[in-house]
């Protein structure tokens, strides 16, 4: 039998409250200075739970809890209430209209609830109407002259591109008009990339190349207007940035 | 009054003061002795044991009828007692425990044997401490205090071998070293035959 063997059997033997060690561990510790020291241990320990188990205060608890029980019946018994603080504590008392109270008090509050939600959505809906209005004055120019975003216009690509489709109208309806009061010997006629670059394409990220050639000699009304048109174009654009 | 445990709950669970005041008579000792084992102090164990027969008239009506009362008892009294502790274990623990649970003639003699338990039961862990009170104090087997705590006996078993060799080194470090041979049943071996 080895020591740890022996330690086993020992507690097994303590477990099973037996009265006489087996002779298996007595001729162990005969042998086995450790072990029987070990033994001689648990021995002194076991006389010892002896005389503190042969102990016992009596009590009497019959008076206290009994009326500690009436307390709780008299107040309505709840597994929430069990130190003596908590029933000597009133305000934990329920009354029968506390219930009402509470149901009265969940549902208004469900209502304000419902109504801040409410206002809260009505005024989303309001500022995604206002924000779409000025989304124009918010465009960045480079934003709309980089080539990268060309195959995803934004909204404001689009109403720009409608800026310029009336635009372009407009200019088209001056010259004509212009074409015919001025006198023919003071004026060449329009190069015809001129009406393509007034956004004919529908695109504006094209301005910066299609700015390269310039206007054909037009009589001074003419160019007069067509400068003012698009000094109010590039207006737009620089007060945006 | 010789009333069966099963008389005495449905009695309780009617409301008869009567039976429930034998209720408490029959298992105060009990439990205020677990509780005394358990917490060392008699205050705590006095407010702990009533709390025991509260909870277990407020849940009365779940005890299985075909078991025996004493168990059920004991099981809530030890998980109040553990609950108690695990309190006390947020709080520093006190250098000197005071033996209010001796007589009073008995109390301050250091040597005490059952004063040097009750503080050695005081270092164990909680789950040492009910192992050890419910199979020594209560006097119940192994398979019965394994039924009380709601885990396997072997893990009992391994708590109660702990608890036992813990205590063995706390009172060799307390100088309470063996003071007579070994006896009674550490016997001499029988000559082995020839």
Same mark, same amino acid.
């Given at each position: 039998?080895?020591?740890?063997?022996?330690?086993?059997?020992?507690?097994?033997?303590y477990?099973?409250?037996?009265?006489?060690?087996p002779?298996?561990?007595?001729?162990?510790?005969?042998?086995?200075?450790?072990?029987r020291?070990l033994?001689?241990?648990?021995q002194?320990?076991?006389? @010892? !739970? +002896?005389?503190? %188990?042969?102990?016992? $205060?009596?009590?009497?608890? *019959?008076?206290v809890v009994?009326? &500690?029980?009436?307390?709780?019946?008299?107040?309505?018994?709840?597994?929430?209430?069990s130190?003596?603080s908590?029933?000597?504590?009133s305000?934990?008392?329920?009354?029968?209209?506390a219930g009402?109270?509470?149901l009265?008090t969940?549902a208004?509050?469900?209502?304000i609830?419902v109504?801040?939600?409410?206002?809260?959505s009505?005024?989303v809906?309001?500022?995604?109407?206002q924000?779409s209005?000025?989304?124009?004055? @918010? !465009? +960045?120019?480079? %934003?709309?002259?980089? $080539?990268s975003?060309?195959? *995803?216009?934004?909204?404001?690509? &689009?109403?720009?591109?409608?800026?310029?489709?009336?635009?372009?109208d407009?200019?088209?309806?001056?010259?004509?008009?212009?074409?015919?009061?001025?006198?023919?010997?003071?004026?060449?006629?329009?190069?015809n990339?001129?009406?393509?670059?007034?956004?004919?394409?529908?695109?504006?990220?094209?301005?910066?190349?299609?700015?390269?050639?310039p206007l054909?000699?037009?009589?001074?009304e003419?160019?007069?207007?067509?400068d003012?048109?698009?000094?109010?174009v590039?207006?737009?654009q620089?007060?945006?940035? | 009054?010789?009333v069966?445990?099963?008389?005495?709950?449905?009695?309780?669970?009617?409301?008869?003061?009567?039976?429930?005041?034998?209720?408490?008579?029959?298992?105060e000792?009990?439990?205020?002795?677990?509780?005394?084992?358990?917490?060392?102090?008699r205050?705590?164990?006095?407010?702990?044991?009533?709390?025991?027969?509260?909870?277990?008239?407020?849940?009365?009506?779940?005890?299985?009828?075909?078991?025996?009362l004493?168990?059920?008892?004991?099981t809530?009294?030890?998980?109040?007692?553990?609950?108690?502790?695990?309190?006390?274990?947020?709080?520093?623990?006190?250098?000197?425990?005071?033996?209010?649970?001796?007589?009073?003639?008995?109390?301050?003699?250091?040597?005490?044997?059952?004063?040097?338990?009750?503080?050695?039961?005081a270092?164990?862990?909680?789950?040492?401490?009910?192992?050890?009170v419910?199979f020594?104090q209560?006097?119940?087997?192994?398979?019965?205090?394994?039924?009380?705590l709601?885990?396997?006996?072997?893990?009992?078993?391994?708590?109660?071998?702990?608890?036992?060799?813990?205590?063995?080194?706390y009172?060799?470090?307390?100088?309470?070293?063996?003071?007579q041979?070994?006896?009674?049943?550490?016997?001499?071996p029988?000559?082995?035959?020839?």
């Amino acid at each position: 039998m080895t020591c740890v063997d022996f330690e086993n059997r020992l507690q097994e033997f303590y477990d099973l409250r037996q009265l006489e060690l087996p002779d298996e561990l007595c001729t162990h510790i005969a042998h086995c200075p450790k072990c029987r020291e070990l033994a001689e241990h648990f021995q002194r320990l076991h006389f @010892a !739970i +002896a005389d503190w %188990k042969a102990h016992s $205060p009596a009590i009497q608890l *019959a008076d206290v809890v009994l009326q &500690r029980l009436e307390s709780e019946h008299g107040r309505g018994t709840s597994a929430s209430r069990s130190t003596p603080s908590r029933l000597n504590n009133s305000s934990r008392q329920r009354s029968p209209l506390a219930g009402w109270a509470a149901l009265l008090t969940s549902a208004l509050a469900l209502a304000i609830a419902v109504g801040i939600g409410w206002r809260v959505s009505s005024n989303v809906s309001f500022v995604n109407q206002q924000t779409s209005s000025l989304i124009p004055i @918010a !465009i +960045a120019p480079e %934003k709309h002259l980089d $080539p990268s975003n060309a195959s *995803a216009p934004t909204t404001g690509d &689009r109403q720009l591109d409608v800026l310029l489709h009336d635009a372009r109208d407009a200019c088209a309806a001056l010259a004509v008009q212009a074409w015919q009061q001025v006198s023919a010997t003071n004026v060449f006629l329009p190069p015809n990339d001129t009406l393509i670059f007034f956004g004919s394409e529908g695109s504006t990220d094209r301005i910066s190349d299609s700015l390269s050639p310039p206007l054909a000699p037009l009589s001074n009304e003419l160019r007069e207007a067509v400068d003012s048109w698009l000094q109010s174009v590039f207006n737009i654009q620089d007060s945006s940035t | 009054m010789d009333v069966s445990e099963f008389e005495l709950v449905q009695g309780c669970l009617a409301g008869d003061v009567a039976c429930q005041r034998l209720f408490v008579e029959r298992f105060e000792g009990m439990v205020f002795g677990l509780c005394l084992k358990m917490l060392s102090r008699r205050h705590d164990a006095e407010d702990v044991a009533q709390e025991v027969f509260l909870r277990a008239f407020r849940s009365i009506h779940r005890w299985d009828g075909e078991r025996p009362l004493r168990p059920w008892l004991l099981t809530i009294a030890a998980n109040r007692c553990r609950t108690h502790l695990d309190g006390l274990g947020r709080r520093p623990m006190p250098i000197d425990l005071q033996a209010d649970w001796l007589p009073e003639e008995r109390r301050g003699d250091s040597r005490d044997d059952a004063e040097e338990i009750q503080r050695a039961i005081a270092t164990l862990r909680p789950e040492y401490q009910q192992c050890f009170v419910l199979f020594y104090q209560q006097e119940l087997s192994v398979e019965e205090v394994a039924e009380v705590l709601d885990c396997p006996e072997g893990t009992v078993k391994t708590w109660l071998h702990r608890a036992r060799k813990e205590m063995a080194e706390y009172l060799r470090k307390r100088g309470l070293d063996p003071q007579q041979p070994l006896n009674d049943h550490f016997h001499d071996p029988k000559p082995e035959p020839d």
